[in-house]
């Protein structure tokens, strides 16, 4: 037993403590190369945001120095140091401003303001956001009290992501998009509050020694004021992953749901959204041709309950007018982040609910001849004229675990244009 203790021995390889604790007050201050260093960096991870370039991203993440008075704090918790604690909490002040400055201002000027992938990667943070703070933190540490500092580091930097979040709320103030600015203040906070906590972990295992001061009773006003200090930061920190965790595992209740009740029954879901701040919360779905009786609905949200979701209200719209107002509304939310595509397919689903073709024999033959087809719906589209005549548009939009070959492609435009020889046929993938 003792020997797998000493495997896992933390002392072994550990720097001394009076150099790792100047080599964690020299990288706290952000004045002069480190406030410019920091600043390019963070134009450099908002082009990154901004184009959707992950490679862009990582190496800004690399160079910036944000970390420096995020493990200074730790220290200071660690070891009482009311000043370090000060100056660390400054720094990382300035550092945060600075960094919110220079992205406000690149995406205030830039001409692109769409919101790529990875900007709304980082406007809600989850679970797993606090995971990779705590682990990445500990890493990080465990780093910075080695002899041999190895390779940790960067790899640190690039998981707990610092930068991109500041970046992201920088660009949510620049289009005055105030739910991206606090998400992603929000985890931005996330992995600062729980980076802190693991380095106040480690540096409490490796027996640091605690500052003294010459006048006792203000050593213990310190003491008393770190240590209040430490659990204000501790118990929030606990809730907060605590919800978070909550809210993880019922979104994958509510996905299970539509998954086994409704997507696995053959009920194409064109919108869904989920409200979470209600009470109670609020679950809407519209589908693309299926309608249900007020008795399927009741039935649905009963199945609800056995699925363990509670407290929620569930909601199919199956009116047109109030389908599409609701879809418009969540488009002109996410009009960014909703490619070209992805708008011409809402559309199209949205006017087949209208036009939806039911043809049993279709189905059957579809079946057999594509097999590959893991859903479809088909109906008219639009009319429009041609050779001075009327004529009908049919779209067929389907969904396949592998895009299909070109052979089959051509195969299924072929017999579907044998079908409705006088239509035009479109073929579009989910």
């Not at 400054?90 to 960094?99: C, D, F, G, H, V």
């Not at 992501?161 to 970046?167: D, F, H, I, Q, T």
């Not at 020694?209 to 118990?235: A, G």
């Not at 009963?302 to 047109?320: P, R, Y």
């Amino acid at each position: 037993m003792n020997k797998i203790l000493r495997f896992f021995d933390l002392h072994q390889g550990e720097e001394k403590k009076e150099a790792v604790l100047e080599n964690v007050v020299s990288n706290i201050s952000f004045r002069g190369a480190n406030a410019w260093i920091l600043a390019c960096a963070i134009v450099v991870a908002s082009v990154g945001l901004n184009v959707n370039s992950t490679a862009v991203i990582i190496g800004a993440m690399l160079i910036s120095p944000l970390m420096g008075p995020i493990v200074g704090a730790g220290f200071a918790l660690g070891t009482f140091d009311f000043p370090l604690l000060k100056k660390s909490l400054k720094n990382l002040l300035i550092a945060t401003l600075i960094s919110l400055v220079v992205s406000f201002i690149y995406f205030l000027l830039s001409p692109f303001k769409e919101a790529q992938s990875e900007l709304l990667a980082r406007t809600s943070p989850n679970i797993y956001d606090v995971m990779i703070a705590i682990f990445g933190g500990l890493v990080g540490v465990i780093a910075i009290t080695r002899v041999d500092k190895g390779n940790p580091i960067p790899g640190v930097a690039i998981a707990t992501a610092l930068m991109p979040p500041l970046c992201t709320a920088g660009y949510g103030l620049a289009i005055g998009n105030f739910s991206f600015f606090a998400g992603a203040l929000f985890l931005y906070i996330i992995n600062c509050v729980f980076i802190c906590i693991s380095t106040f972990v480690i540096v409490k295992y490796l027996r640091y020694p605690k500052t003294h001061y010459v006048d006792q009773q203000r050593e213990k006003r310190i003491t008393q004021s770190i240590t209040i200090i430490t659990i204000i930061l501790v118990l929030p920190s606990v809730y907060f992953a605590y919800n978070l965790l909550q809210e993880k595992k019922y979104t994958n209740k509510v996905n299970q749901f539509v998954q086994q009740e409704l997507s696995n029954k053959g009920y194409t879901v064109i919108y869904e959204k989920l409200e979470m701040n209600g009470n109670p919360k609020k679950l809407e779905l519209a589908f693309l041709s299926k309608k249900f009786s007020k008795k399927e609905v009741e039935s649905l949200q009963h199945s609800m309950e056995t699925f363990g979701i509670t407290n929620t209200t569930l909601v199919i719209h199956q009116d047109s007018l109030d389908l599409k107002s609701s879809i418009l509304s969540e488009i002109d939310k996410r009009t960014a982040a909703v490619s070209e595509k992805d708008l011409t397919i809402r559309a199209l689903n949205n006017e087949l609910t209208k036009y939806q073709l039911a043809n049993p024999q279709l189905d059957r033959d579809i079946l057999v001849l594509f097999p590959e087809l893991s859903s479809y719906s088909i109906g008219i589209q639009q009319h429009y004229s041609k050779k001075d005549s009327l004529a009908n548009l049919v779209a067929f939009i389907y969904s396949t675990k592998t895009p299909l070959p070109q052979t089959q492609q051509e195969k299924l435009q072929q017999w579907l244009q044998n079908h409705f020889p006088k239509d035009s046929v479109e073929i579009i993938r989910k």
